[in-house]
């Protein structure tokens, strides 16, 4: 017999009012600790990504979009570009390292991204076998991809129009893969890496099918965006007036980022105090619960003193019962919120190829585990209060 | 007989007891003594103050005036701490309903009184008690699936549980049939007898005049 075993056994006597109350409270902190673990991973993923990329040059269009697309490979991209004229900004003095990107095509909604070597080592990502791509229709592959598709050292496969499904198949060119990448957690890990020559491939056979009898003009290269590094911070300034004749337009990764950030940090405000809210909430019923029990409870615990009891110990029981309920809601609540990502990651993963299920226990969560105990105790503090302060002789006259 | 005398003999000793409520009422009662294994009946109708007498003599109210010793302690004297404590070790309180603490099963409401009193916890004399009563098969049952009878036996033996000097019970059988209630009687009687416990009942209940020798009329 202890006091612990008391206050656990009161607590379960009243199923209804505790369920209540843990409800209320594990709701309230899931969602805090969800939306803590949410900005962390989300600001963390998109921190990796953009890793020393300082401009990002591509269609016009919007900026965000360019970054979304051509940094995260989350959106569709902005259009094509000119090679001839994006290679006057890659050679621009004022560029340190210049990536170019060329894609439009998907293997079972993972990217194919012509590119070169520059760009797997920018990420620092390393090859777990085989090796990178050397030639035309020579693919190396991100680790999700492997695993997500099977496809293995020597695979062939097709590659289909479009970035997201498979109904157009181009049939006639077949990619190898002679590499696959050790994970990296950058967003090397969801993409099929080739030479830009083997994007134009697909595109230049695949268009002469079509081209029968039409005047056949030699085509213009086209590539999607460029990565650039800058080797003068005047890059930033010179660069937008350089390519203002062109289609082309240079967005800042950071800028874009913090800007999303901004929108969607009303979004997650919002969130935070409507669980703000419903914490309160649940602190008033744990308050009630106990104050109404201690109504029903009266005669039991002047009993308890009339057998021997000090004061201090039915208060001490009484604090126990709120602090009891209150620790159960935030293990149910931290619970609740690792159950919430690892399904929303699934979703994500399967939308964006983002993977966001990496979930210790956040500086922030241990500030909220914190607040919410030194609050339920606090709201347990009256009744305890009330408890001792009860007249055992009239109470026990009364009954 | 000089008071310092039954003191000796006395485990529980009254004189001139006094008590006013802030509300109004106010009862004086009669002198009266208990002794070691003695059986003292206080009778009176309602509103004779039988209950705050026994509120009294656990040491739950502070007479206004009078002195009250039980065991040669002037409870006027201890504090509430002090008071809380007295009357967990050497008091055995039957009340006139019995109540419980309804989440715990009746081992564990037996085994309270120890536990209050910060006592080592002995279930096998739950254990040992409860059969007395012949009621050892209800020990892991809930007070509240109990018959009134049964609760009120069950409530006789957690009075029991810390070894009481003096038991004081409130009206044990008014609440309860004849049978039950000579059974009752009966029981305090002999579980009295068994602790070595001085027995004071107060009660209007007159079926008990016959039981209890020596009475006193409030």
New interface residues.
């Given amino acids: 017999m202890n006091l612990f075993k008391i206050a656990f056994k009161n607590i379960l006597f009243r199923p209804l009012n505790t369920s209540l109350s843990l409800i209320l409270l594990s709701f309230g902190v899931g969602i805090i600790s969800l939306l803590l673990l949410l900005e962390v991973q989300l600001r963390e993923e998109f921190d990796r990504n953009i890793k020393d990329i300082d401009l990002v040059l591509g269609a016009k269009g919007s900026p965000l979009q360019l970054i979304l697309a051509n940094v995260y490979h989350i959106d569709a991209p902005t259009g094509n570009i000119n090679l001839k004229e994006a290679q006057r900004v890659m050679r621009h003095p004022y560029i340190k390292e210049a990536i170019p990107l060329a894609y439009g095509d998907n293997y079972n909604r993972f990217r194919i991204v012509g590119t070169e070597h520059n760009y797997p080592a920018h990420y620092g990502v390393e090859l777990k076998e085989g090796k990178l791509w050397s030639a035309k229709f020579e693919a190396t592959i991100g680790p999700d991809v492997a695993k997500n598709t099977g496809l293995k050292i020597g695979d062939q496969f097709y590659s289909a129009h479009g970035l997201t499904d498979n109904a157009d198949i181009h049939t006639d060119k077949a990619f190898t893969v002679v590499g696959i990448f050790k994970n990296s957690n950058s967003v090397i890990d969801q993409l099929i890496l080739t030479e830009i020559s083997s994007i134009w491939g697909v595109h230049e056979e695949h268009d002469e099918a079509h081209a029968d009898g039409e005047e056949h003009e030699e085509p213009e290269r086209e590539i999607t965006a460029v990565l650039l590094k800058k080797k003068n911070p005047l890059a930033i300034i010179t660069l937008p007036s350089f390519i203002k004749e062109t289609n082309m337009q240079i967005a800042l990764p950071s800028v874009e980022i913090n800007r999303l950030n901004e929108n969607f940090g009303i979004g997650m405000s919002t969130l935070k105090w409507v669980a703000i809210l419903i914490m309160i909430i649940s602190f008033i019923s744990v308050f009630i619960s106990l104050y109404n029990s201690l109504k029903q409870r009266k005669y039991e615990l002047a009993l308890m003193r009339s057998m021997g009891g000090r004061k201090g110990k039915l208060f001490a029981m009484l604090l126990l019962e709120g602090s009891i309920m209150v620790i159960i809601g935030i293990f149910l609540g931290l619970i609740l919120s690792r159950i919430a990502l690892l399904i929303l990651s699934g979703a994500l993963e399967n939308q964006f190829h983002y993977d966001i299920s990496n979930a210790g226990l956040l500086i922030n969560e241990v500030k909220l585990i914190l607040i919410t105990i030194f609050v339920g105790v606090l709201a347990s503090l009256l009744p305890a209060i009330q408890a001792v302060r009860i007249d055992i002789s009239k109470t026990l006259s009364d009954a | 007989m000089d008071l310092k005398f039954w003191v000796l003999l006395s485990m529980l000793v009254a004189k001139d007891l006094k008590f006013t409520y802030s509300t109004g009422p106010s009862f004086s009662f009669p002198d009266f003594s208990c002794g070691k294994e003695e059986q003292l009946l206080l009778l009176g109708e309602s509103g004779k103050g039988k209950?705050?007498l026994l509120?009294l003599l656990?040491g739950?109210?502070k007479a206004s005036s009078g002195t009250l010793e039980l065991m040669e302690t002037d409870l006027r004297n201890l504090s509430?701490?002090e008071l809380?404590?007295f009357?967990?070790?050497h008091i055995g309180?039957v009340?006139q309903?019995a109540?419980?603490?309804?989440?715990?099963n009746v081992e564990?409401n037996l085994?309270?009184?120890?536990?209050?009193?910060s006592k080592k916890?002995d279930r096998q004399k739950a254990k040992t008690i409860l059969s007395r009563l012949n009621l050892e098969h209800k020990l892991k049952e809930f007070p509240k699936n109990l018959s009134v009878g049964e609760q009120q036996r069950v409530a006789i033996a957690?009075a029991l549980m810390?070894d009481p000097q003096v038991i004081l019970a409130d009206e044990p059988t008014s609440a309860l049939d004849d049978k039950n209630a000579m059974e009752v009687i009966q029981l305090l009687e002999e579980q009295a007898k068994a602790t070595g416990a001085a027995l004071v009942i107060v009660t209007h209940d007159q079926r008990l005049k016959d039981h209890v020798q020596k009475h006193i009329q409030l």
């Fill in positions: 209950t705050t509120h656990a739950m109210l509430a701490g809380d404590r009357r967990g070790e309180i009340f309903t109540h419980f603490v309804e989440s715990l564990d085994i309270m009184p120890q536990y209050l009193c916890i957690r810390n």
